[in-house]
């Protein structure tokens, strides 16, 4: 049964730090491209950041570089997205997903249950 179970999130100050931790199972993690996206009311959810399976390769959406981190450690199957500097604009539920896309373009992906994030104070 495949699995992507995050944590970390909560209530935090304007200006302060969080750090969500998203553990997967049940699949071939380090085969995986991981991301955080997140969703606030009314809004689409939209990437936030993604990593490649080795991590070789990073991206964050333009309104966090600078601000947010993404990490994976592949021996612990985890993904960690480190958060400082929050404005209230990060409130929003964060999600993980899993990608894995083959040669053919064939693609399959996982969704974790979410977490919410709110900036506030």
């Known amino acids: 049964q495949v699995q992507l179970v995050e944590s970390g999130g909560g209530l935090v100050q304007p200006g302060g730090s969080l750090r969500l931790s998203c553990i997967g199972s049940g699949f071939t993690f380090n085969t995986y491209r991981m991301s955080w996206y997140r969703q606030a009311p009314g809004k689409e959810r939209d990437l936030v950041a993604s990593?490649?399976?080795?991590?070789?390769?990073?991206n964050y959406a333009d309104s966090v570089k600078g601000r947010f981190t993404i990490s994976r450690d592949n021996a612990k199957n985890t993904v960690l997205l480190q958060m400082n500097s929050l404005k209230p604009e990060d409130t929003a539920v964060y999600y993980c997903?899993?990608?894995?896309?083959?040669?053919?373009?064939?693609?399959?992906?996982?969704w974790g249950q979410g977490t919410q994030v709110t900036v506030s104070s």
């Open positions: 990593i490649t399976a080795a991590g070789g390769r990073i």
């Open positions: 997903k899993a990608e894995y896309t083959t040669l053919y373009g064939s693609r399959t992906t996982y």
